[in-house]
């Protein structure tokens, strides 16, 4: 019998197997937020260019990731270490969850009855620019749920005799939820499923004959 050969199984079946073998490699109940701020008031916002630093708007962004299968989804919860919490800042990958001044304890990410509410990190990233007589930690960003406080102090990088006076900015801070790539694939296979059916219903019956 001459038997009729349909390639696209293959290909469907390759498909399947990477969402299966993607689905078992990542954490189950792993999340992912991207993050970015939108700066109202920030040396990074006007620059200062007395000490070569240029305006960056876009210099509070990065991303967050924890395991949620804990999460109720009742009520106020939060989640930190014990949920291999992991934060990044994408202008620079050395500032990391490890420097919050509150470290383990925080950072934290927060949720009300379910509904991702941000997170809670206070990021000392050069402590070496602090000033104890004005009770500042040095360079530091806080992110509080959706709002930002940033610290710079521009005068440490000027001569010594000069009073150092660290300045303050602020902001808003906006999450989107990063798709797992499993749920991506998910997806591919629907669409290519319903697009074998279609061709299928559209094209011809062929007979199939049998030899002598």
């Known amino acids: 019998m001459k038997h009729q050969h349909f390639p696209w199984l293959k290909s469907l079946s390759?498909?399947?197997?990477?969402?299966?073998?993607?689905?078992?490699?990542?954490?189950?109940?792993?999340?992912?937020?991207?993050?970015?701020?939108?700066?109202?008031?920030?040396?990074?916002?006007?620059g200062a260019p007395e000490i070569d630093i240029e305006p960056r708007p876009d210099f509070y962004?990065?991303?967050?990731?924890?395991?949620?299968?804990?999460?109720?989804?009742?009520?106020?919860?939060?989640?930190?270490?014990?949920?291999?919490?992991?934060?990044?800042l994408a202008e620079d990958p050395r500032v990391d969850q490890t420097i919050d001044i509150r470290f383990p304890d925080f950072p934290q990410v927060n949720f009300q009855d379910g509904e991702f509410l941000g997170i809670d990190w206070y990021a000392v990233y050069h402590p070496f620019t602090a000033v104890p007589e004005q009770n500042y930690p040095g360079d530091f960003v806080r992110i509080s749920g959706t709002e930002l406080t940033d610290g710079f102090d521009p005068t440490f990088y000027t001569p010594e005799d000069e009073p150092r006076s660290p300045v303050l900015g602020f902001g808003t801070v906006a999450y989107t939820a990063v798709p797992e790539p499993v749920s991506i694939i998910g997806l591919v296979i629907a669409a290519l499923g319903t697009g074998v059916l279609l061709r299928r219903k559209s094209e011809p019956e062929v007979a199939i004959s049998q030899d002598a």
């Open 61 to 88: 962004r990065g991303l967050i990731s924890f395991d949620d299968t804990s999460l109720t989804g009742v009520g106020a919860e939060s989640l930190g270490a014990e949920a291999n919490l992991k934060v990044s």
């Open 14 to 46: 390759a498909i399947a197997f990477a969402s299966i073998t993607l689905g078992s490699m990542s954490a189950a109940g792993a999340a992912t937020y991207q993050f970015q701020a939108t700066l109202s008031e920030s040396l990074f916002l006007t």
